[in-house]
């Protein structure tokens, strides 16, 4: 054995190889600030390994229990972690020819993470050593991983996140019961403030430390038993602090010690450009690394600007002869949605970088046909779903009714939509277009062709918005056409605001006066309000009030800009009700908030009308 105290492992600093009992520390070396290696007695593992179990039982991650650095069996915390599946990429092998292309997907982990593995050991030490509370700095898949299991061991959990962190992996995390705190900093500073809150309170420091590493080498063992015991030519993970990839890479070495595999696998590491530090140390061939002070990506469960685990990851990367790949923000955006489009596995941004990476070298004929490639898709898609639905379509809403459908699928309103998303901020003229010139950008841009009834009113919408001075772009043009579309749907406009003028200042009540055609008749009216678009609506229902029996009531109001600058195009979005309880949702789109606001009213009104009179 290999300590005397009956521990078959030694804890031992990565740099200075100072030995350290695991009651001392656990996390940094006390002398010189480096991270710690568990160092094992592989011999002894070996004696007590049961080959034959291992080979022939279900795989998860508790059945490597003798590889991890726990002493008291009682004690263990798990949520039955890992036996994640290894899935092989039929539609994306052929796009990128390369036969055996593989996602072990993390994200079916019991918190949406492969963090899970690590957070089993994690926790169990923590009991093991006595803890009565845990502290962790987190971007969110962390923090929510060992919540999970502390609320398991029924001991509290406080946590520091960078503002911002995504819904999803908040949510979690304050489900579990943790204590939440928000830093207004990045990671690094949450980090590092972690570490004086555990001292100070004397709470267990979770993190990216030598146990977790311990727990995540199980990612290696599964997917060597899922290849028919072997490792892969490649395997892709991100790099965020790079314990996750320093554990993969352990847990490749200590298979082919135990004879379990022959060869090692090539590591590719991969990082966004906004949170580059460990390939550009790798492209420059340094073993060490420079931390970046304020990362910019939306891969934000690896905007890690300064790496504990660089150190381990670059020796790791060096060691596997591997390489590193940097991807853009976009390029990771378009990779989550390929890997869903085409294998069905829905991943957040992080998780998309070793797929983005594939495409990416595949394209400079990097893989051989018969390559056996991993990619390590870490992180569940569901935890961060607003990243991305910012590049995806808003879908329509429309009422119960056939002809809605119909008219989304003759239009072909999902083609402009997906077609929508791509170059928004392009500008299509310089000067506005003659009818036959706006049919034909439509039909480059969108690839659909319109009737020349909506066509011509799309070029009245456009004329009107240049004449208050905008720009316009693509995404503005889709929204003159889908609003045009929806409009040529409703056979008469019931309620029409033909004209409005406004009185606004800093202090005084705003007021409006508006003419509007209601029916046959023709309305004048005026009113105060809390501000502009509440005078006008409520000068609006002044003026219909003895003809109305709607009766519509604003149950929620909401402006979006789709980009920078005060002249931006922004979307309104209107929810109303009549009195029969019917509900409908309208959009209107215009540069001036007042008119989108004024627009989507008169839409939510017309909808409610047609709704009563028609059924
Ligand atoms: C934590 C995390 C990473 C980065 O792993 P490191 O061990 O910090 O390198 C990558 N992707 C997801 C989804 C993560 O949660
Ligand atoms: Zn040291």
């Known amino acids: 054995m290999l300590t005397t105290n009956g521990k078959f492992y030694i804890l031992k600093c990565t740099k200075c190889n100072t030995e350290f009992d695991e009651k001392k520390t656990c996390t940094t070396c006390l002398k010189c600030g480096h991270p710690l290696d568990v160092i094992y007695d592989y011999k002894y593992i070996k004696q007590r390994l049961n080959l034959y179990a291992l080979k022939n039982s279900p795989i998860s991650a508790l059945k490597y229990l003798l590889l991890y650095p726990i002493i008291n069996l009682e004690k263990i915390i798990s949520l039955n972690e890992g036996g994640t599946p290894l899935h092989h990429c039929g539609n994306l092998s052929e796009e990128y020819k390369i036969k055996n292309l593989y996602v072990k997907n993390e994200g079916a982990n019991p918190t949406g993470v492969f963090k899970d593995r690590g957070t089993l050991v994690e926790i169990t030490k923590a009991l093991e050593m006595g803890a009565k509370a845990v502290c962790v700095a987190s971007t969110g898949n962390m923090a929510a991983s060992v919540s999970a299991y502390c609320s398991i061991a029924k001991i509290p959990c406080y946590v520091l996140v960078p503002e911002g962190t ?325 056979k008469e406009k019931y309620l029409e605001i033909i004209d409005f003028e406004t009185k606004t200042s800093k202090y005084k009540e705003a007021e409006a006066s508006l003419k509007i055609k209601y029916g046959d008749k023709i309305l004048l009216a005026q009113a105060k309000g809390v501000g502009t678009v509440d005078a006008i609506i409520k000068a609006l229902k002044k003026s219909i009030k003895p003809h109305d029996k709607l009766h519509i009531k604003l149950t929620d109001y909401n402006v979006e800009i789709f980009t920078g600058g005060v002249d931006a195009s922004v979307k309104v979005t209107m929810k109303a009700r009549d009195k029969k309880g019917n509900k409908i949702i309208s959009h209107a789109t215009s540069p001036d908030v007042i008119v989108a606001s004024v627009n989507a009213f008169e839409k939510c009104y017309n909808f409610l009308y047609h709704k009563n009179h028609s059924n």
């Open 166 to 490: 995504p819904i999803g992996k908040l949510a979690q995390t304050l489900s579990y019961g943790a204590r939440i705190i928000q830093v207004r900093g990045t990671y690094s500073e949450c980090a590092k403030l972690a570490v004086e809150v555990s001292k100070k309170h004397g709470f267990y420091l979770a993190g990216d430390y030598v146990f977790r590493l311990e727990g995540q080498k199980s990612q290696a063992y599964e997917i060597a038993e899922q290849l028919g015991w072997k490792a892969p030519d490649y395997l892709l993970c991100p790099i965020g602090c790079g314990t996750n990839l320093a554990a993969i890479w352990k847990g490749f070495v200590e298979l082919k010690k135990l004879e379990l595999i022959e060869k090692l696998p090539k590591l590719i590491g991969v990082q966004p450009e906004g949170c580059n530090v460990i390939t550009k140390a790798f492209k420059e061939k340094k073993h060490t690394f420079k931390p970046i002070e304020k990362p910019n990506t939306i891969c934000s469960a690896v905007a890690a600007g300064n790496p504990l685990d660089g150190s381990k990851v670059l020796k790791a990367l060096y060691e596997s002869k591997g390489t590193v790949c940097e991807l853009t923000d976009e390029e990771v955006l378009e990779a989550e949605q390929t890997l869903a489009k085409q294998e069905a596995i829905f991943v957040e941004p992080s998780g998309a970088l070793p797929i983005a990476a594939v495409a990416k070298m595949s394209q400079k004929g990097f893989f051989k046909k018969d390559d056996i490639v991993v990619c390590i898709a870490t992180g569940n898609g569901l935890k961060d779903p607003k990243s991305a639905v910012k590049i995806l379509p808003d879908p329509p809403t429309i009422d119960p009714q056939m002809s809605e459908v119909d008219n989304y699928l003759k239009y072909k309103l999902y083609q402009i939509q997906a077609e929508g998303m791509k170059n928004k901020t392009k500008v299509l003229w310089e000067r506005i277009p003659t009818l036959e010139k706006l049919k034909k950008i439509i039909h480059n841009e969108f690839g659909i062709k319109i009737n020349k009834v909506i066509l011509k009113k799309a070029l009245e919408s456009i004329k009107e918005f240049e004449n208050k001075g905008k720009t316009l772009t693509k995404q503005d043009l889709q929204n003159i056409i889908e609003e045009q579309i929806d409009e040529y749907n409703i």
